[in-house]
């Protein structure tokens, strides 16, 4: 689509900016010389978010508070405010165990987040050039009957009705939302392009701004209870995901599919490897063998049959290089034990 943006000219929309994903997200693109407005949800999170990027970058960093991404309109005073953005990147979306009502916590603000805020951008908007969205490996798998390997061209299952169910509402709403979104696109014809990363579970090191390790990001939590020795008596069965990528590279897909010209109308499946919970407690072993006594140990439960995984659509259009599991865990437990020095 067109040239590639030049960086020191480019304004980005980040949604979500206090989210573990969005808070890398942003860093990239400070540090290419983008300016940044990022969405939270009460100020004392936009100035957190502000206060804590690199000082010589801080002046290119701004908030905007949207307190309901799935009410009607929620993004259009943001555009109305604050014009001449060229690349929206979304990350807003629900994710955490504590499910009440699916439809509230889940489906409404992923599918009405997503939807309205194309809407809001084709309405108030014109000089975006390009949408990018944080979809999910979720909008990929379907573990009722795995393909041979994954890819971009593979579809969950999920329908609305599973979206009523806590137990898929998360993985539904994520499917569902991507699906609306490429619908939109299709019907709307926007002035801009869409791409969206399908990544998978995050880890990597903690965001700068986090106030406590209580309000780490869900995906970490594991990393985070074998370092506390929360978990010394055992491990969890690792299932239902066995696929890991590290944030930086979630965070660098991003990057690449904002300003790479061929990225736009594409998928693209983030995944940086597989792991079990019991190979994550080996690699902290390994790397830090000073908390040895904190972690259990027990058998590998990676599926012997696990499907495979095509990444080669990342690595061509977006020039991925993929973090390991063994650099990934060590510098995800340093960022813990940095934040937390009592844990040493």
């Known amino acids: 689509m067109g040239e590639e943006i030049t960086p020191s000219k480019g304004r980005v929309l980040v949604t979500g900016g206090s989210g573990f994903i969005a808070s890398h997200v942003i860093d990239v693109f400070l540090d290419e010389g983008f300016e940044i407005v990022t969405t939270v949800r009460s100020d004392e999170k936009g100035q957190g978010i502000v206060e804590s990027a690199k000082p010589s970058l801080r002046e290119r960093v701004s908030y905007a508070i949207v307190r309901d991404i799935s009410e009607d309109g929620a993004f259009d005073s943001v555009f109305q405010n604050e014009p001449g953005f060229d690349i929206v990147v979304h990350t807003a979306s629900p994710y955490h165990h504590n499910v009440q009502d699916p439809v509230k916590d889940f489906l409404e603000p992923a599918i009405k987040g997503t939807t309205g805020l194309l809407k809001s951008v084709k309405t108030n908007a014109p000089t975006v050039k390009r ?107 690792t299932v239902p995901v066995c696929t890991f990528v590290d944030v930086r590279d979630v965070a660098q897909s991003h990057l690449k599919a904002a300003i790479v010209p061929e990225a736009g109308g594409n998928r693209f499946y983030i995944v940086g490897g597989y792991f079990s919970n019991k190979r994550i407690a080996d690699e902290i072993r390994r790397s830090f063998p000073e908390l040895a006594e904190r972690l259990p140990d027990g058998p590998d439960d990676l599926p012997k049959d696990v499907f495979g995984i095509d990444i080669s659509k990342s690595r061509r259009v977006l020039g991925l290089e993929y973090v390991s599991l063994a650099k990934s865990v060590k510098d995800t437990v340093q960022s813990i034990l940095d934040m937390a020095p009592e844990l040493r």
Not at 185 to 200: G, Q
């Open 131 to 237: 949408v990018v969205i944080t979809s999910s490996s979720a909008a990929v798998i379907n573990p009722l009957k795995h393909a041979k390997v994954y890819d971009e061209t593979h579809w969950a299952p999920w329908t609305r009705e599973d979206a009523l169910v806590p137990g898929t509402a998360y993985t539904a709403s994520k499917k569902l939302s991507e699906q609306a979104a490429w619908e939109f696109m299709e019907t709307e014809r926007p002035n801009f392009d869409l791409a969206t990363i399908n990544c998978t579970f995050t880890y990597g090191p903690v965001q700068r701004n986090l106030p406590n390790l209580d309000a780490m990001n869900t995906s970490n939590h594991l990393i985070r209870d074998l370092v506390q020795g929360k978990l010394k008596d055992g491990l969890p069965p």
